[in-house]
Every structure is written in structure tokens, then in C-alpha cells.
């Protein structure tokens, strides 16, 4: 009998949407999504490595953490990774592989430095000179429809769940309707945000119809049986106290998987995974011996029930968004530990986009709450991560235990916090300044 041919795959994601989807529960009809997830495994608590887009995309991309893989910052202004031979795409193209990319990468200054073999469309509007006119789901459709001799990687990334939202549509999609919308925890119930969360709904509703798509064009042309879907978001909500934060509003990510391998029976899995274990387990699947840079872990033990767990910790760091905020956290299934870095006594406010929701929060005062450089949570009693138990003499152990987490997760990867407190961004890059207001606010180049 012929050896089976290693499977298709496609990394299906999107910005900046969390966990905000029907699948996990939430009032936001995505039903592309919840027959994806009927039919696969649904990861509940799923996370990234990094809140902010280009950390973490390289880090899915690579199976490596951000500061690992050299990515601390954000593409499009100037940083990038040590070595694109990390990428994923490198190493299934030398394992007979044909790789394509689709949308959003967001990875390098120049999206054609990666090493895709082919790009069938990169939409993106952080790199609109490098942007074509084709739709990114068309283009992945027509590739669909072709004869293929090789198994494929395709990266769709999807830019529609990034503002500016577009319009809610609450005439034909009742959901939509502001004043029946619910914000995001831990957000406040008021008119701004509601009207910030039905546009939210909208986006959302024009991901799911994308995925639908393309799932609609695995199907007809025979290729879903093969093909491992992978479908993700790259970190939280572009709503304030969400992305750029680690605490689980910005971290915590939607992940669905479908395909061979035992993806398969409408499973829900409550074990911690990371968005780094992505690449790992294609590798897997493909046969493929993980290369010794990946720090990701396979997660086909895990759903084929070989064991109950891959990970008791997950890890976490930002450096870069719009400007410097270096912080790192370790999570366990009960407790976050959170330390800051920047000495800072105010609120990095370039780092939160400019939106309604951000305005009513300055407006009440926000600027006035307390910026903690090292925090414990209980997330059993304290699921939000409002109430910081560092200096709880009754958490002590616990806090002794979580700092030494840390600490061997960043001694064990090298992590440049450790040589000198601080990450430079590299010649050329555009950061912010933490003390303005907005990252619309004029911007300094690093020399």
C-alpha cells in the first residue's frame, strides 16, 4: 500500500479577536466557526505569546517565543526576526512542501523576505505599497481549485477584525444592534463601548463568512479529508485593557483545529495551550523532525489522549507596540504572575489604540489608577485579574513560586530583560514615545 501523503495545511487567522466568538459561548454569531469547531477540537484555553500582532504572528509562524525568534516589535516599523530561516515555511519547503501566503503576514518590513514561494495575495494594510487588488480569500479559493503535486501551507490572514470596524448591520443582523450589546469583560456597561462591541459583531460576522469560504472550497474540491485547518486569532481584543495587556483579555486567544491526526469529533479541550504549538504539531502530522530552535510542543498526544497535558505553565511578554513596555508573565491553571519592567508610574497610552471605548475610560479617570510593576492573580476567584495579591502575606508561596517560574523560563531562553534590563529596538525603527498620548502622536526614530 502507498504511504499516505503528508497533509495539506492552512493557518486561518485574524486580528485582534480574543475568544469573542460563538464557539466559546459568546453572543457573536460566527457559524462557519461553530461547524469548524463541531467537527474538530476546540482548544478553551488557548493563548499567544505575545498581545501585540508582529511578536506574536512569528512566534505561531516559528514555533519559537518573541524574543527568542528576535521579533520584538512590530513589522511595519521596523523590526523583524534574527533568521527568516526559522519560519515555518523553510522547513516544509524543504520537505516537499509548496507554501503560499494569502493576506496578512506581518512578520518582516518586507513581507517578500520571508520565503513564501508564492503569494497569492497580500492584502495588508500595513504594507499597502506591497498590497495587491485580489481578495485573499478569492485568491486562496482559486489556489484551492487547482491540481496540486505537492502537499501545501497556506497563511490566510485576515485583516477585516482590525479597526476601523466596519458598519454594523442591525436590520439583517440583530446581533449587531448596539443597545443590545454586551462589552467585553472587564469593561464597563456603557454606550460607547456597546456601540464599540456591535461594531466588533460586524467584523466578526465578515471573518466567519471568509472562513466559510474557504471551507466551502476544501469541500468541493475534495481536499478537506487532508487537510489540516488551523484556525486562530494572534491575540486579544483592539479594545482598551485587552491587547497589548498580559492578562488574559490579551492573551487569551480562539483556536480551532480540523483535520487528520485525531482533529476530528467535535472535542472541547481545557488544557493550557499555546498558539506556539501550532507549528510543532505540523510537523508531526508531516513526519517532520522537529528542528532544535522549535520551542513549541506537538499537540497530537494531547487530543489522541496519549496524555492529559502539555504544558502545566504558559508564558507571555510584550516589548514593542507603538511604544516600549517590556513585561513578562507566567500562567498556570490558577494563578497569573505579571512583572513589569518599565518603571513606569502612569499608563503607556500609546500602546491602547485610539477608540470610543479609550476615550470614555480617560474621561473617567483612568490615567489616575494604579500601575502595579508586579502582580499575582487568583484566577479562580479572580478570573478579570482585578485584584493584585502580590503583597498578600497568606500568597507568599505562591508568589515565590511563580517569580521562580519566570525566571527559569527566561534564564532557559535566553531572554535579553536578563543581561542589562532592557530590550533596544534595532537601528531604524519607529517607537513611540511613552509619555504621549496616543500612537497617532508623532513618533521617534531610533537611529
Known amino acids: 500500500m502507498a504511504a499516505r501523503r503528508p497533509p495539506n495545511v492552512i493557518f486561518m487567522h485574524?486580528?485582534?479577536?480574543?475568544?469573542?466568538?460563538?464557539?466559546?459561548?459568546?453572543?457573536?454569531?460566527t457559524p462557519n466557526m461553530q461547524r469548524?469547531?463541531?467537527?474538530?477540537?476546540?482548544?478553551?484555553?488557548?493563548?499567544?505569546?505575545?498581545?501585540?500582532?508582529?511578536?506574536?504572528?512569528?512566534?505561531?509562524?516559528?514555533?519559537?517565543?518573541?524574543?527568542?525568534?528576535?521579533?520584538?516589535?512590530?513589522?511595519?516599523?521596523?523590526?523583524?526576526m534574527t533568521d527568516y530561516k526559522h519560519h515555518v515555511v523553510h522547513t516544509l519547503k524543504q520537505n516537499g512542501y509548496h507554501t503560499a501566503l494569502a493576506g496578512v503576514e506581518h512578520t518582516?518590513?518586507?513581507?517578500?523576505?520571508?520565503?513564501?514561494?508564492?503569494?497569492?495575495?497580500?492584502?495588508?494594510?500595513?504594507y499597502p505599497e506591497l498590497s495587491d487588488t485580489q481578495d485573499p480569500v478569492e485568491a486562496v479559493s482559486e489556489f484551492l481549485a487547482q491540481e496540486h503535486t505537492k502537499p501545501f501551507f497556506i497563511s490566510l490572514g485576515l485583516n477585516v477584525t482590525h479597526r476601523p470596524f466596519p458598519a454594523p448591520d442591525p436590520a439583517n443582523h440583530p446581533a449587531e444592534d448596539e443597545r443590545y450589546c454586551t462589552p467585553p469583560p472587564p469593561l464597563p456597561d456603557a454606550p460607547e463601548i456597546r456601540a464599540d462591541m456591535a461594531a466588533f459583531k460586524a467584523s466578526a460576522r465578515e471573518m466567519d463568512e471568509s472562513y466559510g469560504a474557504v471551507l466551502d472550497a476544501l469541500e468541493v474540491n475534495g481536499l478537506a479529508d487532508n487537510t489540516l485547518v488551523c484556525c486562530f486569532t494572534d491575540h486579544g481584543l483592539q479594545f482598551p485593557r485587552h491587547m497589548s495587556n498580559l492578562e488574559d483579555p490579551g492573551i487569551a486567544v480562539y483556536m480551532i483545529v480540523r483535520g487528520p491526526g485525531?482533529?476530528?469529533?467535535?472535542?472541547?479541550?481545557?488544557?493550557?495551550?499555546?498558539?506556539?504549538?501550532?507549528?510543532?504539531?505540523?510537523?508531526?502530522?508531516?513526519?517532520?523532525?522537529?528542528?532544535?530552535?522549535?520551542?513549541?510542543?506537538?499537540?497530537?498526544p494531547l487530543v489522541t489522549g496519549e496524555c492529559d497535558s502539555v504544558r502545566d505553565a504558559i508564558f507571555a511578554e510584550s516589548n514593542y507596540h507603538a511604544a516600549y513596555e517590556p513585561m513578562r508573565?507566567?500562567?498556570?491553571?490558577?494563578?497569573k504572575y505579571i512583572r513589569?519592567?518599565?518603571?513606569?508610574?502612569?499608563?503607556?497610552?500609546?500602546?491602547?489604540?485610539?477608540?470610543?471605548?479609550?476615550?470614555?475610560?480617560?474621561?473617567?479617570?483612568?490615567?489616575?489608577?494604579?500601575?502595579?510593576?508586579e502582580m499575582l492573580f487568583d484566577l479562580i476567584f479572580d478570573p478579570y485579574e482585578t485584584n493584585n495579591l502580590i503583597n498578600f502575606p497568606m500568597m507568599q508561596e505562591v508568589v515565590e513560586d511563580m517569580r521562580d517560574r519566570l525566571d527559569q523560563w527566561m534564564h532557559e531562553t535566553?531572554?535579553?530583560?536578563?543581561?542589562?534590563?532592557?530590550?533596544?529596538?534595532?537601528?531604524?525603527?519607529?517607537?513611540?514615545?511613552?509619555?504621549s498620548d496616543s500612537p497617532n502622536d508623532p513618533v521617534i526614530a531610533v537611529p
Open 414 to 435: 535566553d531572554d535579553p530583560l536578563l543581561k542589562d534590563g532592557t530590550v533596544p529596538a534595532p537601528s531604524g525603527a519607529i517607537v513611540n514615545d511613552p509619555d
Open 36 to 80: 469548524l469547531a463541531e467537527e474538530g477540537v476546540l482548544f478553551r484555553q488557548a493563548f499567544c505569546t505575545a498581545p501585540t500582532c508582529s511578536p506574536s504572528r512569528a512566534s505561531f509562524l516559528s514555533g519559537m517565543y518573541p524574543h527568542s525568534c528576535g521579533m520584538f516589535g512590530l513589522g511595519h516599523r521596523g523590526f523583524k
Open 340 to 373: 513589569r519592567y518599565d518603571n513606569r508610574d502612569r499608563l503607556n497610552l500609546p500602546n491602547v489604540d485610539d477608540t470610543n471605548s479609550k476615550k470614555f475610560l480617560l474621561d473617567e479617570g483612568w490615567r489616575e489608577q494604579a500601575h502595579d510593576q
Open 108 to 126: 518582516a518590513p518586507d513581507v517578500t523576505a520571508v520565503g513564501y514561494e508564492q503569494l497569492l495575495s497580500t492584502e495588508d494594510t500595513n
Open 14 to 29: 485574524s486580528h485582534n479577536t480574543g475568544r469573542f466568538v460563538q464557539p466559546y459561548g459568546h453572543a457573536v454569531p
Open 262 to 300: 485525531g482533529f476530528t469529533g467535535g472535542q472541547a479541550i481545557d488544557e493550557m495551550v499555546s498558539l506556539m504549538d501550532l507549528v510543532p504539531t505540523v510537523y508531526d502530522l508531516a513526519g517532520i523532525t522537529k528542528p532544535p530552535f522549535v520551542e513549541g510542543v506537538s499537540l497530537q
Open 329 to 335: 508573565c507566567a500562567r498556570t491553571a490558577r494563578h
